[in-house]
């Protein structure tokens, strides 16, 4: 069921909670809250220990706790002055939240540090994966315009502790299986990370994203999420990807042609890509589902596209 709590339910009820659990402080479930340092270039983990036991408890004092003041002298509360929850709602694993008005006057570095925050701490509560932010009920717009919709973790690429000031939004498009399973509907999403990483590939960002699936009900995954990436690289415009055994269990009914083209199609967007071949443990000798031959070079298939 749905619950909606405004920002004074959610102060009292921690109160209550924390001054209930003061004679164990370290007791409960052990909990990374992201906070800014002081000059808000880094967002920095801080253990914490949530005393509730159902989701919804856990959320209001994970929103409390970005309220307060770290124990390190070195870090600031993520949600200061007038930053601070109008209201959220969390419903089958994904929490939306309102913040004040003046979210929208944050500099942009401030603004994507408070953001990446946010979802992180939340999204290590058991039972949440997506969050939403919006400002006062209106969906939270970046620099380009562009809604925000609803975000994972593995969308802030940079990690805890890293600097921040630099940071660039990278749009990828994803291709995931319509409802039957027997086409492919493409996906825009949006990833923010630090322009000082050189050790990920825009291939690997793809395929990542992909074992990672959609995180809404228009789409469906197409990859197995077991699947590990065993290597990605370029070459002469064509992709070589090696994935694990995990490649070739089916997933959601898809069909063999859509799992073949997710892959080729996404990394195709790629502008230094033109084609891909597909391995499995290092071996293209094979089909795939006995149908796909991995020795092909796969190109572009715009046929099976809604």
């Known amino acids: 069921m749905k619950r909606?709590?405004?920002v004074w339910l959610l102060m009292a009820a921690i109160i209550c909670m924390l001054t209930a659990c003061s004679e164990s402080e370290e007791t409960g479930t052990p909990?990374?809250?992201?906070?800014?340092?002081?000059?808000?270039?880094?967002?920095i983990p801080e253990v914490h220990y949530l005393q509730g036991r159902e989701t919804t408890e856990r959320i209001v004092e994970v929103l409390t706790l970005l309220g307060e003041v770290p124990d390190s002298k070195e870090l600031k509360?993520?949600?200061?002055?007038?930053?601070?929850?109008?209201?959220?709602?969390?419903?089958?694993g994904q929490v939306i939240v309102s913040m004040s008005d003046k979210y929208k006057e944050l500099s942009k570095t401030t603004e994507v540090l408070i953001r990446a925050a946010l979802v992180r701490s939340l999204t290590n509560i058991p039972g949440v994966e997506y969050v939403m932010l919006?400002?006062?009920?209106?969906?939270?717009?970046?620099?380009?315009?562009t809604a925000l919709g609803i975000m994972t973790a593995d969308m802030f690429l940079d990690g805890a502790g890293t600097p921040f000031n630099s940071y660039e939004q990278t749009t990828i498009r994803l291709y995931f299986a319509n409802e039957t399973g027997e086409g492919l509907v493409s996906i825009n999403r949006n990833l923010l990370h630090n322009m000082d990483m050189s050790n990920i590939s825009m291939e690997k960002l793809v395929i990542e994203q992909l074992i990672k699936g959609p995180v809404n009900d228009s789409s469906y995954a197409t990859v197995n999420p077991a699947t590990k990436l065993l290597s990605v690289t370029v070459k002469d415009g064509i992709c070589y990807v090696n994935f694990d055994s995990g490649f070739l269990t089916p997933?959601?009914?898809?069909?063999?042609?859509?799992?073949?083209y997710s892959v080729v199609n996404s990394l195709v967007e790629l502008t230094n890509v033109n084609k891909v071949q597909i391995s499995v443990d290092g071996?293209?000798?094979m089909k795939f589902r006995?149908?796909?031959e991995l020795s092909t070079v796969f190109e572009r298939n715009l046929q099976i596209i809604e």
């Open 31 to 43: 909990i990374e809250i992201s906070y800014l340092n002081q000059s808000e270039t880094q967002i």
């Open 77 to 92: 509360a993520t949600l200061t002055g007038s930053i601070y929850i109008v209201s959220y709602t969390y419903d089958d």
């Open 283 to 285: 071996n293209k000798d």
């Open 134 to 145: 919006t400002v006062n009920g209106e969906p939270l717009i970046d620099s380009t315009g």
């Open 251 to 260: 997933v959601n009914n898809v069909t063999s042609e859509v799992a073949i």
């Open 290 to 292: 006995e149908k796909y």
């Open 4 to 6: 909606i709590f405004s």
